[in-house]
């Protein structure tokens, strides 16, 4: 197996099952595309606080989804941990996740943020918006992703590449909102008024508008976090497209129980910790995401962004159309 996969163990204590009943010893295996960053502070903590042991495979969600695939009934993960409902449908369509029935997991989770049967859910929320130079751009000319096709930025836009889940689900919410050929159409206006060629990473996006290579772009908003953490006058802020239509492009990062799990009821006590109270708080800060409930505490950056209408789009729904956006996109010449 490649070099990328990462085995860690945590302390032993005991964890109490879902429903009640006598403590019994268990241990967790996650397969996860999240940073050992921002994985291991939540697991210490839920050590601390309720006491299992946990390993975590780390890799790229495909191939972890092929690697479940693989093993089947022998598997020895119990969740899966990934970015991005498109990643977590694939996954769930392929029959690799088990529906659940939580009534935590239904209140804690809004609708649109989670499979019908509860076998992936959302764990925090990221923005996919639009940034844009503070030096060169007035925020009385950007209104909407739609307007990014528009004459006016010929040789402003930077883009992220279009092989990254991001913005292929971005694109099936305008399929969903939308159709084909007008989807298409503002897509060929992006691609004619990029500055540059595609990007590998939003942060080389974010990069690029500072120094000037372009005017604005599209990004999960954390990425920019990151740098204002470092740097407060980072010349690049965020505006909220689509407020008076559909909304703000949101996401997640979610997770789901194995089908073949060994430990469900440890695995779905652990999914139910991570949509609530604590858990939220730290899920939330530690990668500058938003937490499920709107009103729950955010990190100073985050909440210094203000308030803004997401869309409420099916993240399910955003999921089915991803085939049907990579055909569009490959059509319109981003790539």
């Known amino acids: 197996m490649r070099s990328f996969f ?41 050590t601390a606080r309720h006491g299992v042991k946990f390993r975590y495979m780390k890799g790229k969600a495909a191939a972890l989804v092929q690697k479940l695939i693989s093993e089947g009934k022998n598997t020895q993960a119990d969740l899966l941990m990934t970015v991005d409902a498109g990643n977590l449908w694939f996954a769930a369509q392929n029959k690799l996740l088990r529906p659940l029935k939580s009534k935590q997991l239904e209140a804690s989770v809004p609708q649109h943020l989670r499979a019908a049967d509860l076998s992936w859910v959302g764990l925090s929320v990221r923005a996919r918006t639009i940034v844009y130079s503070t030096e060169r751009v007035k925020t ?50 992006w691609v004619n008024n990029l500055a540059a060629p595609v990007f590998p990473s939003d942060t ?21 976090g990151r ?22 492009h949101v996401n997640i990062s979610g997770a789901g129980i ?21 858990a939220q708080r730290m899920f939330a800060d530690l990668n500058l995401e938003y937490p499920l409930a709107s009103k729950a505490a955010r990190n100073a950056i985050v909440q210094g962004w203000g308030d803004f209408k997401a869309s409420n789009l099916s993240l399910s729904r955003i999921g089915a159309l991803q085939k049907d956006a990579i055909k569009v996109m490959d059509r319109a010449g981003y790539r």
Not at 258 to 278: C, D, I, M, T
Request: proline fraction near 3%.
């Open 6 to 46: 990462l085995w860690s163990l945590v302390a032993s204590l005991n964890v109490v099952h879902a429903e009640g009943g006598a403590t019994k010893t268990k241990q967790l295996v996650i397969y996860t595309s999240r940073a050992e960053y921002l994985l291991k502070p939540l697991l210490d903590r839920y």
């Open 140 to 189: 009385q000319a950007l209104s909407s992703y739609e307007d990014l096709a528009d004459k006016k930025w010929r040789g402003k836009l930077c883009l992220r590449t279009a092989k990254k889940v991001y913005n292929r689900s971005l694109v099936a919410m305008l399929l969903e909102v939308h159709g084909v050929k007008p989807t298409e159409a503002i897509l060929k206006g």
């Open 204 to 224: 080389k996006v974010i990069e690029a508008i500072k120094a000037g290579q372009c005017d604005l772009g599209i990004v999960n908003t954390y990425y920019l």
């Open 227 to 248: 740098l204002l953490k470092k740097d407060p006058a980072y010349p690049v802020r965020i505006f909220w497209p689509n407020q008076s239509s559909y909304g703000v």
């Open 258 to 278: 194995v089908r073949h799990s060994k430990n469900y009821q440890a695995a779905l006590a652990f999914l139910e910790w991570l949509s609530q109270g604590e």
